[in-house]
């Protein structure tokens, strides 16, 4: 079956800390993967995405995903986090078809 | 940096009644998708819409469900008897084609309250 799994319901780190967020996923064919950042009240942002090429691809907001393929993984990374990065972050994975099937979300709470 | 609109914000609506839920996607997109997301829950994929018809629907989007191209920019969402169960943010999104080769672009998404 095709899922996303985030681990990570909330997490918290310090102003300036570096920052991983982790996302695997099950899907049977070529996978496309995103993630996505949704601030309270907003809608979805797409930070970045990754279709092929390169394993490490880089996305806004000075934010980077690796791609591993032998782990199913797209972890989402940021070297120093700002305060501004408080948010919602969603992993999504897509393919030939239509639909993007999203992870949970995992709430970031940055403490000064 | 063009975007998808939608209203209203947030719709408030009897059980039973039906609702309009209305989007306007980026002007050279080609693919319409809607999505919601309960409370606490993760988002979901609804129904993808191309060339004037369904492309794909999930099992959420029944009989109660329908979406329309009215005309040249915009897309809906329509329920036709809402439920309780129906309280959710509605998102709509487009990409100029499937999603193997464009990321799909979302809106800020419309609260829709059900009492």
């Known amino acids: 079956a095709q899922s996303v799994t985030q681990p990570d319901i909330h997490i918290t780190v310090s102003e300036g800390a570096s920052l991983e967020l982790r996302c695997n996923y099950s899907y049977g064919a070529t996978p496309y993967l995103f993630w996505y950042v949704q601030s309270p009240g907003q809608g979805l942002q797409l930070l970045l995405k990754y279709f092929s090429g390169d394993t490490l691809v880089q996305g806004i907001k000075g934010f980077e995903a690796e791609f591993k393929r032998s782990q199913s993984s797209f972890n989402l990374r940021k070297p120093s986090v700002h305060w501004s990065d408080a948010a919602e972050y969603f992993c999504?994975?897509?393919?030939?078809?239509?639909?993007?099937?999203f992870g949970t979300g995992t709430r970031l709470q940055v403490f000064p | 940096e063009p975007e998808v609109t939608q209203t209203p914000s947030h719709q408030v609506t009897q059980m039973g009644q039906e609702v309009i839920l209305r989007c306007v996607p980026i002007s050279n997109h080609l693919y319409f998708y809607w999505y919601r997301q309960i409370l606490g829950q993760k988002v979901e994929f609804l129904v993808s819409?191309?060339?004037?018809?369904?492309?794909?629907k999930s099992e959420i989007f029944d009989d109660q469900f329908s979406v329309e191209r009215p005309d040249g920019s915009n897309f809906t969402l329509k329920i036709r008897s809402t439920k309780l169960e129906d309280s959710a943010m509605y998102f709509c999104?487009?990409?100029?084609?499937?999603?193997?080769?464009?990321?799909?672009?979302f809106g800020d998404g419309t609260r829709l309250s059900i009492l």
């Open positions: 999104a487009s990409s100029q084609r499937q999603t193997g080769g464009q990321p799909q672009h």
């Open positions: 819409f191309y060339n004037n018809e369904i492309s794909e």
């Open positions: 999504a994975v897509g393919g030939n078809t239509d639909k993007l099937i």
